[in-house]
């Protein structure tokens, strides 16, 4: 995870639009071999980290340039910091737990936001609109863009996930689980702070683009 953070440095300062589009591609695959193998080389989890730290820099180079938003990547991780704190804090201190009801959410929520994702890229491609993010800013609901509420959704599917990752960490604790569960444990929990990340970027973006 700090490695990832580091290298959303160089990522920020040296960013393309060919590197933001080669590293995302690569995270995403090498995320998908990792998400389906049995076990969980080390190796392929800090290169995972370093490509996707490359990508944040980048993307986030990207959004606070393209659409004239500074400090928007600042913002973002002020409030990826805050979340992944005050859900830790929830879960240690037992006030939440990753019980199957959560569980059965999570599952439907994040296949709904998969689809939505899905078809809002091709809006994205192939409508007519002019609107940066698609239906995330061509679609109000009370004044508020669509792209805000369903980040929020996101947000709290995210912190589900959190959740789930903090229960398989304790559990595979206190069950002795073998050594590349850490490293299995170590991949979830970036997965979840990438999104994080992503979803409150993409939000910011929105809200100061309305200004």
């Known amino acids: 995870i700090v490695l990832a953070f580091l290298l959303a440095i160089p990522g920020f300062m040296f960013a393309t639009y060919a590197g933001i589009i080669a590293s ?18 080390p190796a392929l989890v800090v290169l995972y980290a370093a490509i996707e730290g490359f990508f944040l820099g980048g993307i986030t180079a990207y959004i606070e340039f393209a659409f004239a938003v500074p400090g928007a990547g600042l913002q973002a991780l002020l409030a990826t910091g805050t979340t992944f704190a005050v859900v830790l804090w929830l879960y240690k201190s037992g006030r939440v737990r990753y019980t199957s009801k959560m569980r059965k959410f999570f599952i439907i929520g994040a296949t709904s936001y ?7 890229v091709g809006v994205m491609i192939f409508g007519n609109s002019n609107d940066a993010w698609g239906m995330r800013t061509g679609v109000d609901s009370a004044g508020i ?11 709290i599917l995210a912190c589900i996930s959190l959740i789930g990752d903090f229960d398989f960490i304790e559990n595979g604790v206190k069950n002795g689980l073998a050594d590349h569960f850490e490293w299995r444990a170590a991949f979830g929990l970036l997965v979840t702070l990438v999104w994080l990340y992503i979803e409150f970027l993409r939000i910011i973006a ?4 309305r200004d």
């Open 145 to 155: 863009p669509l792209g805000v509420i369903v980040g929020a959704f996101a947000v």
């Open 114 to 120: 998969l689809a939505f994702s899905l078809v809002n």
């Open 24 to 41: 995302g591609i690569a995270g995403f695959v090498l995320g998908l071999v990792l998400a389906f193998k049995r076990t969980t080389p």
């Open 206 to 209: 929105i809200l100061q683009g």
